[in-house]
């Protein structure tokens, strides 16, 4: 059975599902007030993620406050939690990519 990833307005969802539709409902029945805003069948039936890509791999895993404050007013947006990081750390994009999304995983 495929795995796909579904992005809403406020959630990552991964979800086995026989096709689009199948993935949508699961996301429905799971949270049913989330507009789906994109979807993606994964290439393979595994999800893995990289400690290294997301710039955390080799070292104790240290929750970072002010990406926790950034996704918290952005309300779980990845994209504006970013935004808010750049500004109030001085950092460039990458390095704010790398602080937010980590701090997802670990779920913030």
């Known amino acids: 059975m495929p795995l796909f990833e579904v992005e809403t307005d406020s ?4 979800t086995w599902a026989s096709n689009n539709d199948e993935a949508t409902a699961a996301v429905a ?3 049913p007030n989330d507009s789906v805003i994109r979807m993606t069948k994964r290439p393979r039936d595994t999800w893995v993620i990289s400690k290294a890509a997301l710039g955390i791999g080799g070292k104790e895993l240290d929750p970072c406050n002010t990406a926790r404050d950034c996704l ?3 309300e779980g947006d990845k994209v504006h939690a ?5 500004h109030e750390t001085g950092v460039d994009l990458e390095q704010a990519r790398k602080a937010v999304e980590s701090n997802m995983v670990m779920g913030w």
Do not use: G
Request: charged content about 15%; proline content about 0%.
């Open 82 to 86: 970013i935004r808010l990081y750049m």
């Open 72 to 74: 918290s007013k952005a």
């Open 11 to 14: 959630h990552i969802i991964i």
């Open 29 to 31: 029945q799971a949270y």
